[in-house]
């Protein structure tokens, strides 16, 4: 078995011996010459790189929408990735004919990342109301149409194709339908049992010895703004697809939330829904889709900024946080953990594993303010959590 | 459908200059730029650099063959610093690699060392020192000191606007090939081929004929790619010619919004006088236009506003006087309005405040100034087919003016946190490059033997639609269905002497020259069917593809009429130009007739303020726009709702801002704050003024790409109002942009 990293490319599965870190954004137009994938600021921002990744998750593939710009290529392994070129047909796929119908593209530099994203929604969303349909293109930048144009688009798409796709139960009479209409490629049928025989025959090889100085990278939002060509030049270690980093789980007393849980993750857990009712929506203002489907609950901590949105609504949670070094770990309160500014009481190799959060028999009142330039996709001016 | 661009864009397959492949050996190059905004250059020592892996050349000043000197319309920027250093961000030296990160790591490499001045800013303080891009121009009408004392009201004050970063998408890019004999292709995101084209040569040193440039397509522009295009394409053309291999230059994000120069920031001066009944007397206005450390084409920029320092309004007497200043920051340059929006701004707070002094709706005292037929504007033309108050009295109309106002009165009444506010905003906007000789504009259209059409022009497709329309003219023209039609890429070896496709004038020109050569072809190729089919050639006519004669069809299709002309040796090529007629300025006097036309138009803003956190909506704008008669209202809607768009960025949210050592702190998108799609209005609605051909333009049109970012000004009074609600007596702000902390340090302090 060729060693490298091993995923399917739209309809082909592909291997890549490419460093790890390499940007997944690089690795697409460089490399594969997929040009339709466009770099339009490089910190996840824009939108005009958005891609789909799919994996395997309780027998069907879960796509979600990413800024491929902060994406470590080395984080693909045995997922399914989706560029526009992935999507086209003979013709325009219905999300593509709403655009050209309603005049909602320009320059066209942003056009595939739109339909990207719109096309992630329609795989995705439960119940494809139109102004989830906006949100979800809230991370794609268009500076030429004002967006009037697109919201036009989004209504007429919906109107056309959200009876047909809602009209099937379950996720593979979705999935039939979307083929059926030319959302998706018919080949889009048959990626489960890929991705399935893909992990098979090459099971992810077993976390080699990392050395001391690799680089620690969850969902890598931040990191790669920061650092990102330096990354593709050094040792990463990934966690997003660790055991013991994920998910979301109730204990008596609180919910423990793993530190590579995803915003996207937050927000649609039941268990965070049940025990803190108002946080999904408040999670709205993180970010954008392509960033929350990505940045970590454990990123936005280790990231000791008081911008950070996450760390502000734990704080007033009075959250604990568990750290994890080899087979120790410790556990402490997230307000002891934070020291400063950009500082924190965490040990060399020490990683974050969990936050803890306490959950009242007679539940948790949460609110949560952020004031920033725009309403949606920024950074907090002033933002403040309280919790009682 | 296919041979639509938005059918590609859609798919991805559309091609941009960082896009393109199939160039051998192809290097990267990337720009060292000055760390300081003021200084001397004391030691510039590349000698590491070039020892890194992959480096190729790290090229300076000293390279330069040619002239070292960019400047298109004053001969006053280096392509490449010598010996000073006049703004952060200034090209200093150009690394060229075998990949863009290797010629980034070799910039780092570069020891430089430079010693920092005081930087000069501040444009007031610029002109205080004299430090001026070139003489104060002063437009006049009437006697502005005689009108004072007959004025009932005077309102003076000051108004500050700032800059605005364009943020095509598409960052800057150019890839310069060498041919044999010394040629050099160069494929540039440029707004201006000719002008990238003229400016290699100088750099050079090679006559124009050595240099082809070629545009396929911008990922957005806006005006930042009319001038400031150049010196990437010359930069690449420089390091090809040294290093004979095909060089890409294309400028990070980051970079881009360092080295690159946005939208001029103005600081003005204004005094209006109004007799009793509201209408304007006098009026007085000094720009202090921001230029940065080059011309670049400021001085165009700051006539624009000259010219449109009365926006839509009949001012007797008026004295509009500009200082283009030198400053050390990057040379600001063309953007969307090209100066006009920062004169109407300065017009409508003059408007506003006289409004309140004398307790009438701002509204009520636009509509009584509007300009009329015949009126005499300040440069001397006379207003022909005025619609400024068919639009103002349509909006008012249209979207029930007086039932908007009782909306706010009753939300403003209901709510004490929460205040609404609404504002008309009219605009008249002059067509035509105010430098006359740039209205011309060239096409080529070669028929070819299957029936095929290839139509190049002058005109660069950046998302305006310009490509559509040509070939709309172009079918119309040879009465075949525009499937047979392929507007190519612009190409200075094919249209010559282009001028900028800018000025809102690109179809309008290139248009014409097009429809001026499909003419010609027709008119020949109306001779050969005469000859076959034995009728006058003035009875014959071409339609749906096919020769049709008094109406009827005479058998002969499109294909069989090319192919009998090319057996008769009648040429299937033809070249055209056109100059737009009638037009004329005169820079002594400042009077003429600069424009062909002008564009009306009047919007309606409402918007919201959340008093407690401080927090704007512009809820929605609605707009009646002249568009005559409109070649593709899918396009003209979208040209207008994107303009209104950016104009209300600009006064709103996008700020840059500067460090006192003049560097760019807002240098990324998670800074600098563009509109995304919950920050646009939610309503925006654009009515076409019904029934309104325009003789002056191509097939009854008008142009469309810059008067309604002019809408977007009107966000701005919207949220003064709703300020006014929450405070009666206070002193309002008039600096753009009013930010979210703007408004609640103002609602705070």
Same mark, same amino acid.
């Given at each position: ?388 | ?87 952060? !961000? ?7 690699? %075998? &990949?863009?990160?290797? @010629?980034?790591? *070799? #910039? +780092? /490499?570069?020891? =430089? ?106 990922? !957005? ?7 400031? %295009? &150049?010196?990437?394409? @010359?930069?690449? *053309? #420089? +390091? /090809?010619?040294? =290093? ?506």
């Amino acid at each position: 078995m060729a060693a490298g990293i091993a995923f399917l490319l739209n309809g082909r599965e592909t291997r890549t011996s490419l460093p790890p870190g390499t940007a997944l954004v690089d690795f697409l137009r460089d490399e594969q010459r997929l040009t339709g994938t466009r770099v339009g600021c490089r910190e996840g921002d824009c939108g005009a790189c958005t891609v789909l990744l799919g994996r395997l998750q309780d027998g069907r593939v879960r796509y979600r929408a990413v800024a491929s710009c902060l994406f470590p290529l080395g984080d693909v392994a045995g997922g399914h990735v989706v560029t526009i070129e992935g999507l086209n047909n003979d013709g325009l796929t219905p999300v593509q004919q709403a655009f050209v119908s309603e005049g909602a593209s320009q320059c066209g530099f942003c056009t595939p990342g739109l339909v990207v994203s719109l096309t992630g929604f329609l795989l995705e969303d439960a119940a494809l109301e139109p102004d989830d349909a906006v949100s979800a293109v809230e991370g794609n930048i268009c500076r030429c149409t004002g967006y009037a144009a697109i919201r036009r688009a989004i209504e007429r798409l919906l109107r056309e194709v959200r009876p047909a796709i809602l009209a099937g139960a379950g996720p593979e009479a979705r999935l039939a339908a979307l083929a059926f209409l030319g959302v998706v490629p018919a080949f889009f049928t048959g990626i489960a049992e890929r991705l399935g025989t893909l992990s098979a025959g090459a099971p992810p090889p077993a976390p080699k010895r990392e050395s001391a100085g690799a680089v620690v990278v969850a969902g890598g939002t931040d990191l790669y703004v920061q650092r990102g060509p330096e990354l593709a030049e050094r040792e990463l270690r990934l966690l997003s697809q660790r055991d013991g980093f994920a998910g979301i789980w109730p204990a008596p007393d609180r919910l423990f939330i793993g530190a590579a849980a995803t915003v996207a993750d937050l927000m649609e857990s039941p268990l965070v829904a049940a025990a803190f009712p108002p946080l999904p929506g408040f999670l709205r203002l993180v970010s954008s889709t392509q960033v929350r489907n990505r940045a970590t609950v454990g990123g936005n901590i280790v990231n000791a900024s008081p911008i950070g949105d996450l760390s502000v609504i734990l704080l007033a949670l009075d959250a604990s946080i568990g750290l994890r070094r080899g087979a120790r770990s410790r556990e402490l309160k997230l307000r002891e953990f934070f020291l400063g500014y950009k500082k924190l009481n965490l040990k060399p190799g020490e990683v974050v594993a969990w936050l803890g959060v306490p959950v009242a028999r007679q539940g948790v009142r949460l609110h949560f303010e952020k004031v920033a330039r725009r309403r949606r996709q920024d950074i907090a001016s002033v933002n403040a959590a309280i919790g009682l | 459908m296919k041979q639509n661009d938005i059918f590609f864009h859609g798919r991805g397959e559309t091609l941009y200059a960082d896009d393109l492949g199939g160039f051998a050996g192809l290097l990267h190059a990337a720009v060292l730029p000055s760390p300081v905004a003021r200084g001397r250059l004391l030691r510039l020592d590349v000698s590491a650099a070039l020892r890194l892996p992959g480096v190729a050349a790290v090229l300076t000043a000293a390279d330069i063959p040619g002239e070292n000197q960019i400047g298109g319309i004053l001969p006053d920027e280096p392509l490449l610093a010598d010996g000073e250093l006049h703004f952060a !961000g200034q090209p200093v030296a150009l690394a060229v690699a %075998a &990949t863009p990160r290797q @010629a980034r790591q *070799a #910039l +780092a /490499a570069v020891r =430089l060392e430079v010693e920092e001045l005081p930087p000069l800013l501040d444009a007031r303080q610029a002109a205080a020192q004299g430090s001026l891009i070139a003489p104060p121009r002063t437009f006049a009408l009437g006697d502005v000191e005689a009108s004072w004392p007959l004025c009932a009201h005077v309102v003076s004050g000051r108004v500050e606007t700032g800059g605005q970063e364009h943020l095509y998408l598409e960052t800057q890019a150019a890839v310069a090939v060498p041919g044999e004999k010394d040629t050099l292709r160069v494929i540039s995101a440029t707004q201006s081929p000719s002008g990238v084209q003229r400016i290699i040569a100088r750099v050079l040193g090679v006559p124009m004929s050595q240099v082809a440039v070629e545009v396929y397509r911008l990922g !957005g522009a806006f005006g930042g790619k009319e001038d400031q %295009a &150049t010196a990437w394409a @010359a930069l690449a *053309a #420089l +390091a /090809a010619r040294a =290093l004979r291999r095909p060089v890409k230059l294309a400028l990070e994000r980051r970079e881009d919004m360092r080295l690159t120069g946005k939208r001029h920031p103005y600081s003005s001066d204004f005094r209006l006088g109004l007799d009793a009944e509201g209408r304007i007397l006098a009026y007085e206005v000094t720009f202090f236009q921001n230029a940065g450390a080059a011309a670049d084409l400021s001085t165009a920029i700051l006539e624009r506003t000259l010219f449109h320092a009365g926006n839509s309004y009949r001012i007797p007497n008026v004295r509009a006087t500009g200082y283009s200043c030198r400053t050390n920051l990057p040379p600001f340059t063309a953007f969307r309005g090209f100066g006009a929006p920062q004169a109407m701004f300065v017009l409508e707070a003059a408007l506003f405040q006289a409004a309140e002094k004398m307790g009438l709706e701002p509204g009520e005292l636009q509509r009584r100034n509007l300009l009329h037929e015949g009126d005499e504007l300040p440069y001397g033309q006379k207003l022909a087919n005025s619609r400024a108050a068919r639009c103002f009295d349509q909006a008012v109309s249209a979207f029930d003016l007086e039932a908007a106002r009782e909306r706010v009165r009753a939300y403003n009444a209901a709510n004490a946190l929460s205040k609404k506010g609404l504002a008309l905003l009219p605009v008249c906007f002059g067509i035509s490059f105010t430098s006359t000789h740039l209205n011309q504009a060239g096409a080529l259209v070669h028929v070819y033997t299957d029936g095929s059409v290839s139509v190049s022009t002058g005109a660069v497709e950046m998302g305006q639609g310009v490509n559509g329309k040509i070939l709309l003219a172009a079918a119309r023209t040879l009465g075949i269905a525009s499937r047979r039609l392929r507007i190519e890429s612009t190409c200075t070896r094919r249209v010559a002497n282009t001028s900028p496709t800018a000025a809102s004038t690109g179809a309008d020109l290139n248009g014409r020259a097009a429809e001026l050569a499909c003419r010609e072809i027709r008119s020949r190729l109306l001779q050969v069917a005469a000859a076959r089919l034995g009728a006058p050639a003035g009875e014959l006519e071409i339609r749906s593809d096919a020769v049709l004669r008094a109406g009827q069809k005479t058998g002969l299709g499109w294909e069989e009429l090319v192919q009998a002309a090319y057996l008769a040796r009648v040429s299937l090529s033809a070249q055209a130009h056109y100059a737009t007629p009638g037009i004329h300025f005169d820079r002594a006097s400042e009077k003429g007739e600069p424009f062909a036309y002008h564009v009306f138009g009047t919007a309606l803003v409402e918007a919201t303020i959340d008093g407690l956190r401080g927090v704007a909506d512009v809820d929605s704008v609605r707009a009646v726009h002249d568009a005559g008669a409109s070649l593709s209202p899918l396009v003209d809607r979208g040209q207008a709702e994107g303009g209104i768009v950016q104009g209300i960025g600009w006064v709103t949210l996008e700020e840059l801002i500067y460090s006192g050592q003049g560097r760019l702190l807002t240098d990324t998108l998670s800074t600098y704050k563009v509109p995304d799609i919950r920050t646009a209005p939610a309503t925006i609605e654009v009515r076409f003024l019904k029934d309104a051909p325009n003789p002056a333009a191509l097939l009854g049109s008008k142009a469309v790409g810059e008067p309604p970012f002019m809408y977007g000004i009107g966000a701005y009074f919207a949220l003064l109002a709703a300020l006014r609600a929450f405070r009666p007596e206070k002193p309002l702000p008039f600096s753009a942009p009013l930010t979210n902390e703007k408004i609640l340090a103002w609602l705070a302090e």
